[in-house]
């Protein structure tokens, strides 16, 4: 093994470490994780929609001033370098 694979599974040994160290500090067992596979993917996708559907109107509201901003900011900038070529 070189060396750049050992660093890989030293990493790899000491995140499962941490991690199983969290886990089993809230009383988490491996049993537990696969038995509750569906029901964690189902509440992971659930929390991702309400986070998008929290955010994204916050998203849109700062995206009517900052995009404007950043156009006119770019195209002063474009008409720079075309005034630099000719």
């Not at 929609?49 to 998203?59: F, I, Q, S």
Request: hydrophobic content about 50%; proline content about 3%.
């Amino acid at each position: 093994m070189n060396k750049t694979t050992l660093k890989l599974v030293w990493k790899l040994v000491l995140a499962s470490l941490l991690v199983g160290l969290g886990l089993d500090y809230f009383n988490i067992s491996p049993a537990d994780l696969v038995h509750d596979i569906p029901d964690t993917v189902a509440r992971l996708y659930h929390a991702a929609l309400r986070l998008v559907t929290w955010g994204g109107k916050y998203v849109l509201l700062g995206a009517i001033i900052v995009v404007p901003v950043w156009l006119l900011t770019n195209i002063t900038s474009l008409k720079d370098k075309f005034k630099r070529r000719n």
